[in-house]
């Protein structure tokens, strides 16, 4: 649970930019007092407010990196209903908590301490090991901060850490719950098993009609037709809007002219660079180069790695620096160049691959210039619509109307359930975000105006409800073939669970797994290779590994299949105990065990610091604020 907060403490940076969501589920029945108090404040933990702009903010940030990190848009819709909205202000509550136990327990940090923290931060050192001035630059404006509120943030954050640390730091495992643990993991056990052929190794009698209504009075709840809603759909993408988009060859060309670079591929080098720490060290090293040292053992002489060395195959804008830039794309394949004192560093280059650039014409990439400018012109004539259809909406005019007026696209469905089948099982809306259209239209109802809901890839949806149609119990003559099928199906799981218990039976009385295998319509008896409680050995479901490892050696017993249409039969012929665990496994253990107790402290001590400071969240302000109020 708070697992990221644990991560988010050795990675500055990287906390800020991702936004570690700390405490997902911690706060909320915890102490909580919903109350109204005023607009501004979504929460409060003991004096401390958490104000709506904060928290709209914090929502944003997270929701653009989830959608840099799935390289597709989400909709906000879309991140509620994940619980986004709720994980935010559960993070936002927990760190305002821990901020104040740390003004509490008078712990400040001096400017002189801030700026030795960045200097050291990983993420702001250049190519030589060192602060980098241009690097810190650049992920602040990536973040849309200033310097100022950058620092501000920092020492917050370090704040937090100084207190979070000290429950991390004092974490310590045994070596008995290090033993136990890899005795648990390491564990291997060898099984024979058969399974069952359900459709040959039992006769299922044909049910009567007595037992047909009596599976039918059993399972009511499987025959009952799901609740459908009418509904009046208007829709606006940008997608169906870019067709309509008229572009002429003018204004293709100039986009080209204009943007050229961007569907061109630049000449990219693999470039290797050694950092040194003075210009007498690298003259030194390239001497050993002429004289016939490799490349990677002078690397080594001067403290750095295979990885430390090759930059990857890069563009010249890659390389922040200029003029080791200039001089890395003027080299030869293979040529190591003279010394270069850079802006960070002091370095040698080798380019060891050389990709040439490939230029792109307009004929090659007419259609893609074409289609760029009429989806810019489409999002462009988007909102606009936007406002027209709203007007019309507020005049009170029906969806219907309102797209014809303004030749749109209108969808009128008849029936659509919950998860976009009508009542024959086809396709309801035929719309790429028919699931979220669906869902805000089955918490709405007749005659209630709806917010319209933002379509992922671009665009928007209006949608009426103009009735519902609740779910029903289907009469027994409409639905008797199924309810037969149901009645064949529960029958034929009985016999085999009651053959599979015989079998065990006999097993345990000595019978061997050939004879039993012969009965049960196995095609053989298979024998697993030795596997540990975390791996699935072909034929066994995991309900069948977890009971083998319940077992003693020679002990028989059954688990259902993986589908479960049938049941396995299965003898522990072997145990092998764990070896004593070696010094990585020991570490991996350790670290298991570390990060668990960690979760479980920083989750009892938020909890305890919002029962002592008291959390208080405005459902009305936090309602509104996150549009849960429009729903």
């Known amino acids: ?89 559960a993070q936002l509550i927990a760190w305002a908590a821990v901020e104040q136990h740390a003004s509490e327990l008078g712990l400040a940090l001096s400017d002189a301490a801030i700026v030795d923290a960045l200097k050291n931060d990983a993420a702001f050192q250049g190519p030589d090991g060192k602060f980098s001035r241009l690097a810190f630059e650049n992920i602040i404006n990536q973040m849309g901060m200033s310097e100022r509120g950058f620092i501000a943030l920092r020492r917050r954050d370090e704040l937090r850490s100084q207190v979070t640390s000290a429950l991390i730091d004092s974490v310590a495992v045994s070596d008995a719950e290090i033993d136990l643990i890899n005795s648990w993991q390491q564990e291997k056990r060898v099984a024979e098993h058969f399974t069952i052929d359900a459709d040959t190794a039992v006769t299922v009698p044909e049910p009567d009609e007595a ?10 709840s499987q025959f009952t037709s799901p609740e459908y809603r009418k509904l009046a759909i208007l829709a606006v993408s940008v ?44 003259e030194a090293a390239k001497k050993e ?21 090759d930059l990857g195959l890069i563009a010249k804008s890659d390389l922040i620096d200029p003029k080791i830039a200039d001089v890395a794309f003027s080299l030869k394949k293979d040529e190591v160049s003279d010394v270069v004192e850079g802006r960070f560093a002091t370095v ?10 490939v230029n792109r014409t307009l004929d090659d990439v007419k259609d893609q210039v074409r289609d760029k400018l009429a989806r810019e012109k489409a999002s462009t004539q988007l909102q606009s619509l936007l406002d027209q259809v709203e007007e019309n909406r507020n005049l ?32 309801a809306i035929a719309l790429p975000d028919a699931s979220a259209i669906l869902q805000a ?35 027994f003559e409409a639905v008797k073939e199924e309810v037969k099928k ?52 072909h034929g066994m479901s995991k309900a069948a590994i977890a009971k083998v490892f319940s077992l003693d050696k020679g002990e028989v017993s059954s688990a259902p299949t993986t589908n479960n249409k049938s049941r396995t039969i299965f003898k522990v012929t072997e145990i092998t105990p764990a070896p004593a665990p070696s010094k990585d496994v020991r570490a991996d253990i350790v670290k298991q065990l570390k990060d668990a107790i960690t979760d479980e402290l920083l989750s009892q001590y938020v909890i305890a610091l919002q029962d002592k400071l008291g959390t208080k969240i405005n459902e009305t302000e936090y309602r509104r604020v996150t549009g849960a109020e429009t729903q």
């Open 396 to 427: 009170g005019k029906p969806l219907k109307e309102i797209a014809e007026e303004m030749k749109l696209e209108y969808l009128d469905i008849p029936a659509a359930d919950r998860f976009n089948k009508t009542p024959d099982d086809k396709l």
């Open 441 to 475: 239209a089955f918490q709405s109802g007749v005659g209630l105006e709806n917010e319209p809901v933002e379509l992922r890839e671009g665009g928007y949806a209006w949608f009426d409800v103009l009735g519902v149609t609740e779910k029903k119990q289907k009469p």
């Open 1 to 89: 649970m708070l697992d990221a907060l644990r991560r988010g403490s050795t990675g500055w940076v990287a906390k800020i930019l991702f936004a570690l969501l700390v405490v997902s589920f911690a706060i909320w029945g915890v102490a909580d007092v919903f109350t109204g108090y005023g607009r501004g404040s979504v929460a409060t933990v003991g004096n401390q407010e958490i104000r709506a702009e904060d928290y709209q903010r914090a929502f944003q940030n997270e929701l653009n990196i989830i959608k840099r990190q799935s390289g597709r848009n989400i909709s906000t819709e879309e991140a509620r209903a994940a619980g986004l909205d709720n994980r935010v202000l």
């Open 211 to 220: 037992k047909l209504k009596e599976t039918y009075e059993q399972n009511k």
């Open 486 to 537: 149901l009645a064949i199906t529960n029958e034929r799981a009985r016999l085999v669970s009651e053959l599979a218990d015989k079998l065990v039976e006999r097993a345990k009385k000595g019978e061997s797994m050939e004879t039993l295998a012969k009965e049960a319509k196995a095609a053989k008896v298979d024998t697993t290779p030795p596997f540990n409680r975390t791996t699935e050995p």
């Open 239 to 282: 997608d169906g809007l870019k067709n309509k988009m008229e572009v002429s060859e003018d204004e293709i060309k100039q986009s080209y002219e204009d943007t050229k670079n961007t569907y061109n591929t630049p000449e990219k080098r693999r470039v290797q660079q050694i950092a040194f720490k003075d210009k007498a060290a690298a």
């Open 289 to 309: 180069l002429a004289s016939g040292k490799s490349f990677g053992d002078v690397a080594k002489e001067a403290g750095a790695q295979d990885a430390d060395i």
């Open 348 to 357: 040698l280059l080798r380019v060891t691959d050389i990709r040439e650039p």
